[in-house]
């Protein structure tokens, strides 16, 4: 699908307001979705059944010129297989008729980038972490979403009711308001919507060309250095010596009696058994359900206050400097994982980045991830070589200074900002004596024993046979990349 390039002065946002659908609503909602998933999983076997087929032929000794043809996966090529098969496939046949064509368009595009991703991944031209091969999605597992991008489309003129293609006119749980007037004073235009069922409800989110208009920040020519942690969850330093800090609120630990309760009271229902097929009761449902209201408040409470929190800072400084903390190592540590993951450092910065651009034309700086916030002094710029982390106040050697260990790192990050530099990893581009690689840091991820022991085992030669059946496949799939 091709991306859409918004015209000069407009940008993309997304506007998503919560649904009340009644019985039949939601019913062809769940269909719809159903639907986008049924055709995805039809694209990924359609795709993959000449992989297996060449992987059989080859094994028989058939030519290569007499194998079987490679089936291109992209979106065009994969509707019009569709297309022709919809009408005779007995999975489809008899209900494909009882849903908008962007359902069956969702799966299919969907089922077109993932196989996008995994090709550019297994030639290295991907960004991230290393894709597999597409999969099936499970009936029971598969995250309910439809998208539409041609038909009715649109937010009433009531303000509290949307209209979608075959869906018809759903009501909204809070009022459209905000969108219906750009809408109506031809200050935005909507691309597409997408329906989703999350968190016990289900939302429309709107693609939305929206007009760019700027909103001037308090203090356009101060910086601010925001350093994160686990205690306190934001500690804030500007450029002219003010510091500010924001207590971690902790929603998950607040529910943890109150889940704890709620698990409980499921464990003692009959759930679910997928080796014996039992299916889950009455009173497991509605216990589960009440669990699982328990989980949607956290989540809501969380994001609600890190709105907040960087809404604020986007409003009032012309440049933030925040670090990049690899938040993924960080959540290895089985100490502090669960106080992390209910911190959100990677939400943070990534609101951060978007609403300083979009929103107020200022701009927001990500110091290196090398860059030592915590072990050089803000007041002479001494590096310190080792500072564990239950050590919470700084003293320097060289100056004498002592002070908050989290101040100082937001000290140095606000400095960032003036310096005109995301840091080197050394210490911070001042005209002081520094300490180079600190404890012979190499900016190396270093293996694992789990991956040394993987190595070791590829290098004595033993394979297991799931393994030989894995670099079976590895070859075949490499071999259709190649080929494709």
Known sequence: MKKFRPQPGFVVKAYRFALDPNAAQERALHSHCGAARAAYNWAVAWVTASWWQRAAETSYGVAE?????????????????????????ARFAAWWQDNSKEAYNTGLANAAAAFDNYAKSKQGTRRGRKMGAPRFKQKRKARLSCRFTTGTIRV???????????????????????????????????????????????FASFQVEVRRDLVRVARPEAAVGVDLGVKTLAVMADSTGQIRTVANPGHYDQALKQLRRASRTVSRRQGPDRRTGRKPSKRWEKANTARNKVHHRVTNLRADALHKLTTALAAQYGTVVVEDLNVAGMLRNRRLARKIA???????????????????GTRTITADRWYPSSKTCSGCGAVKAKLPLHVRTYHCDACGLVIDRDENAARNLAD??????????????????????????????????RSRKATAGRAGGATLPHQRQTETRDRTQAEALTLW
């Open 65 to 89: 010129a007499e194998l079987t043809q490679w089936r291109p996966w992209s979106l065009p090529s994969l509707r019009k297989a569709f297309n022709a098969a919809k009408h005779a496939d």
């Open 156 to 202: 009433d003129a009531d303000g509290r009711h949307v209209t979608l293609p075959r869906l018809g006119t759903i009501r909204t749980h809070e009022p459209t308001g905000k969108l219906l007037a750009r809408v109506q004073a031809g200050r935005a235009r909507i691309l597409s919507a997408t329906v989703r069922h999350e968190r016990g409800r289900w």
């Open 342 to 360: 209910d911190a959100g450092f990677g939400e943070i910065r990534r609101q951060l980045t978007y609403k300083t651009s979009q929103r107020h």
């Open 416 to 449: 960032l900002a003036s310096a005109g530099t995301t840091g080197t990893g050394v210490a911070g581009d001042r005209d002081t004596a520094q300490v180079s690689k600190p404890r012979g840091a190499d900016h190396k991820t270093r293996a694992t024993r």
